[in-house]
């Protein structure tokens, strides 16, 4: 088995800041994902990339930069932290682009 | 517009009894279906895939997707309180890896 590890836990950044989540998972997975999830939206795909050093835009990439440096980390910038923004991110990670994701436990935003 | 539309958006339904949600996809490129389980604090689980038109069964829990009118639906059987959770319908397209999901059904077990 593998795990998927988010840090921090809990955020809370000011309007305007540029906050950074961090992501790492020890399954040896290709594929590694960021979505947000807001209360009654469901989960919404910000970023994606099926190897490392790559990337590709999900439906809400706007305010968002990535990076995947290496196989097991993929980061997310906030680019500038919106007023009285509140939404948990959760990192995922899958084998192939058809396999099941497996997620980490969220890191939860709060702007003030 | 959302491309994966789940109803009800909660649902309660009594201990042992038949819970039934369903997730309807308004974008015929999307040939993989999933459902994912969140209980309150943790990342979403898999449940199971469906791929193939017709019904899947795994335990207590049965999908059924219909390509043509593009529906999903997943089934719970004899539910148990540990079954209260918010669940999501996710579509992609094949190899695309790009999984978008529902935003939802909020599934109560009462004892």
């Known amino acids: 088995g593998g795990i998927i590890t988010q840090t921090p836990k809990f955020l809370i950044g000011q309007e305007g800041q540029k906050l950074t989540l961090k992501c790492q998972q020890n399954?040896?997975?290709?594929?590694m994902y960021w979505y947000r999830q807001d209360s009654g939206k469901g989960l919404r795909l910000i970023y994606y990339?099926?190897?490392?050093?790559?990337?590709q835009k999900g439906d809400l990439s706007e305010g968002y930069d990535a990076s995947r440096e290496k196989k097991s980390s993929f980061s997310l910038t906030v680019t500038s932290a919106q007023k009285n923004e509140m939404a948990v991110f959760l990192c995922?990670?899958?084998?192939?682009?058809?396999?099941?994701?497996?997620f980490g436990h969220g890191t939860k935003l709060s702007v003030l | 517009q959302q491309k994966v539309q789940q109803s009800p958006e909660s649902l309660s339904v009594p201990e042992g009894g038949m819970a039934s949600l369903n997730c309807t996809s308004s974008?015929?490129?999307?040939?993989y279906f999933w459902w994912y389980r969140q209980h309150s604090g943790e990342g979403p689980k898999a449940l199971m895939?469906?791929?193939?038109?017709g019904d899947k069964k795994e335990g207590r829990f049965t999908a059924h997707l219909n390509k043509a009118s593009l529906h999903v639906s997943l089934h719970i059987r004899d539910s148990q309180p540990s079954d209260s959770a918010l669940y999501f319908c996710?579509?992609?397209?094949?190899?695309?890896?790009?999984?978008?999901f529902g935003q939802g059904t909020k599934l109560s077990i009462k004892p």
């Open positions: 995922a990670s899958s084998k192939d682009n058809n396999e099941r994701l497996f």
């Open positions: 399954f040896n997975h290709d594929t």
């Open positions: 990339s099926i190897t490392e050093n790559d990337l």
């Open positions: 974008d015929r490129n999307f040939q």
């Open positions: 895939s469906i791929f193939s038109d």
């Open positions: 996710a579509a992609s397209v094949y190899n695309q890896g790009k999984l978008i």
